[in-house]
């Protein structure tokens, strides 16, 4: 197995990759959330190449990529809330699911056959030039095998990858937010939360008032695939809210304040800032889930800011494997 080539994302690593997205290929990108693997969403072809590169189930639809709020619209009708949150929270860890237009160019098979399309505009410059020199919009699932952690290096990318699939890796550094977006669905009259992520309720609720959260009605269908639960998950099995460790496994601790006794630890955050908790979470996930050992303690994180989508993404890592 051969990596893909991994290139520093400047401006002629950026025209080689819209050169390979033209040409139908796969090629991952960095964004402030975590790493894209990025195909053009207008091609079915490539956005199927999307799905069996993840090994995903095909009913989990795809965030669209678009450099700028223009181009996006053209992709799907934005409402007043919309309006609102894309003036004062783009660009940013915020995905918008909103009705298609009717002459929508995008895949269906991206959006895995809904009347909806999820749409974002990452922060990144680098990222925002690479869709503008495409002239497309790409869909940028993140850069890992469908259930596994996210990437949040150029490293974890290759890690996962070679070149028969993935033809290039644009490496832009660490990802700062490290978490993927937060998913809203403004398709209906009552904006929901369907996945917890980068941007906190708390800023979108500040613009657009009450957003339904996700198991607040639980005779609704599932209307995120992504929220299924076991969609995070590395090898080893997770305890979480641990106050020990046992000799067999390894801590990913919280705070200042640790158990003793643990061979082998990384700590999330030793300041106890959920930002830098964020970042460090699938890295060191990752680097725990190791072979030679029998699961992974996790000290509790509190549910507060981006601790919740810390904390969401913890319970779907330790949920029972289906
Ligand atoms: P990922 O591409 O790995 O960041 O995951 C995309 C997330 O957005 C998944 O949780 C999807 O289920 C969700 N999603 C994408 N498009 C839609 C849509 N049209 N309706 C509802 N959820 C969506
Ligand atoms: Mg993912």
Redesign the pocket.
């Known amino acids: 197995m051969t990596s893909p080539p991994i290139v520093r994302a400047d401006g002629p690593a950026l025209a080689r990759a819209a050169a390979l997205l033209r040409a139908g290929r796969l090629v991952a990108f960095p964004t402030e959330t975590v790493y894209g693997l990025g195909a053009d969403a207008t091609s079915d072809t490539a956005v199927a190449a999307v799905y069996a590169a993840k090994g995903r189930p095909t009913f ?4 669209v990529h678009g450099a700028d709020a223009e181009s996006l619209r053209r992709l799907v009708r934005f409402d007043d809330r919309a309006d609102l949150l894309v003036a004062r929270l783009w660009p940013g860890p915020l ?1 918008l ?1 909103l009705p298609r237009q009717p002459n929508c160019p995008v895949s269906l098979l991206a ?1 895995a056959g ?1 009347d ?3 749409v974002r505009m990452p922060a990144r410059e680098d990222t925002r030039d690479l869709i503008r020199l495409f002239d497309r919009p790409i869909v940028g ?2 850069a890992n095998p469908s259930g596994r952690v996210s990437p949040t290096t150029a490293a974890h990318v290759a890690d996962d990858f070679d070149d028969t699939v993935l033809a290039l890796i644009l490496d832009g550094g660490p990802c700062p937010v490290g978490l ?1 977006s937060t ?1 809203l ?1 403004l398709s209906r009259p009552q904006a929901a939360l ?2 917890p992520g980068g941007m906190t309720l708390a800023e979108i609720e500040a613009m657009i008032g009450p957003v339904a959260l996700p198991d607040s009605d639980p005779e609704q269908p599932m ?5 299924l639960a076991s969609h995070y998950a590395p090898s080893l099995p997770l305890r979480l809210d641990a106050i020990d460790v046992r000799a067999d496994e390894a801590l990913l601790a919280f705070g200042a304040r640790v158990p003793p006794g643990a061979a082998t630890m990384l700590n999330l955050s030793t300041s106890g800032d959920p930002m830098e908790a964020a970042t460090n979470l699938f890295a060191m996930l990752r680097a725990l889930d190791r072979p030679d050992l029998a699961g992974i303690a996790v000290m509790s994180v509190p549910d507060e800011g981006l601790g919740q989508a810390i904390n969401d993404r913890l319970r779907r890592a330790a949920a029972p494997r289906g």
């Open positions: 989990n639809p795809l965030i995905t699911v959006g809904l909806t399309l999820a699932p993140s993927e998913v669905d369907l996945r209307r995120s695939p992504g929220m």
